[in-house]
């Protein structure tokens, strides 16, 4: 069920288990991949995962009921992008208020599982912030997970740069009208090898424009759509996976 397709009395007449919240940023992502990549791949990934859980969790007969993808947070803690043109971006104490209240105003009709699908690095420490603070709220009965795409595609989690392979590819493989294939070997030749600037252990670099010239880390060429649809099924898997826990557990 996405709720930004169905009608109040749709929503007052299912039988939800579980919201997911695509949580992405306006945020460059070099040259040839739009500025909507994060919130694009976590709605992507959302859409995906609440399809498996409809379909398969609990296999045969489970008394299992539909997930509501809310619809995506666009804008994220990205000040790091600054740079660059188009970046959007808030603070991380405005960001935390605004998707916990989000939040809540899904517990107010009854939904009171959450888990906020993540699509950009700089939001991860927000997240978990307030994935505890909802959870804890005596307030409400509500409990909420944060999770991250790229952090649940095993052994590619490796290649994680920024508009690089594993965004690149999922783009290609949900969105492929967005990406400019004719700037990818500009993207390539500009990119940096890896995030940051670091030193003993420490990230000198507070901002991307000190290490990336053209915002891309990573190889965009390495990201075809078969990758992608790769990345897809693994996120999409472990997401639904997730959702059944949160669902199937006892609030603290």
Avoid: C, K
């Avoid at 949580?23 to 694009?40: F, I």
């Avoid at 970046?87 to 107010?108: C, D, I």
């Avoid at 994935?131 to 590619?156: I, K, L, N, Q």
């Amino acid at each position: 069920m996405r709720l930004s397709e169905v009608t109040w009395t749709d929503v007052r007449d299912a039988d939800v288990d579980v919201a997911f919240l695509p949580v992405g940023s306006t945020e460059q992502h070099g040259p040839h991949a739009p500025l909507g990549t994060d919130a694009l791949n976590a709605v992507a990934v959302a859409e995906a995962a609440a399809d498996a859980y409809e379909e398969s969790s609990g296999g045969p007969g489970a008394d299992r009921g539909e997930v509501a993808v809310a619809p995506p947070i666009p804008v994220g803690v990205a000040e790091e992008h600054r740079a660059f043109d188009g970046t959007m971006w808030v603070s991380p104490e405005t960001f935390r208020a605004y998707v916990r209240e989000a939040a809540e105003s899904l517990v107010a009709h009854g939904i009171d599982r959450v888990v906020f699908v993540n699509g950009h690095g700089g939001n991860v420490e927000a997240l978990a912030e307030v994935a505890r603070r909802f959870s804890r709220d005596p307030d409400h009965d509500g409990y909420g997970v944060a999770f991250t795409w790229f952090e649940a595609v095993g052994d590619h989690a490796s290649d994680m740069g920024h508009a690089g392979p594993l965004e690149t590819a999922l783009l290609r493989a949900t969105n492929p009208e967005l990406v400019r294939e004719e700037r990818v070997n500009e993207a390539s030749a500009g990119a940096a090898d890896r995030w940051g600037e670091w030193v003993s252990g420490v990230n000198l670099a507070h901002d991307s424009d000190e290490f990336t010239d053209n915002g891309v880390v990573g190889d965009p060429r390495e990201g075809d759509a078969e990758r992608g649809a790769e990345l897809l099924d693994r996120a999409s898997a472990a997401l639904a996976e997730l959702a059944v826990a949160v669902v199937d557990r006892d609030a603290v």
